[in-house]
């Protein structure tokens, strides 16, 4: 499986999750949000250095 595919499905996952979980406060969903995009980030650095290790 590639990693934006694997990345699609995760982010998928998370927005069903949260879309269960909608009534919670504001600060729950803003801690939700932080370790997604400290993911999107991770996965944007993989895949530049695989592009790099690649050439």
Do not use: C, H, W, Y
């Not at 979980?21 to 980030?41: H, T, W």
Request: charged share 30%; net charge positive; aromatic share 10%.
């Amino acid at each position: 499986m590639q990693p934006k595919e694997a990345f699609k499905n995760i982010s998928s996952k998370l927005d069903a999750g949260r879309s269960r979980k909608s009534n919670r406060s504001g600060i729950d969903r803003s801690v939700e949000v932080f370790p997604f995009l400290a993911l999107r980030i991770f996965v944007g650095t993989a895949e530049s250095v695989i592009s790099f290790i690649r050439k």
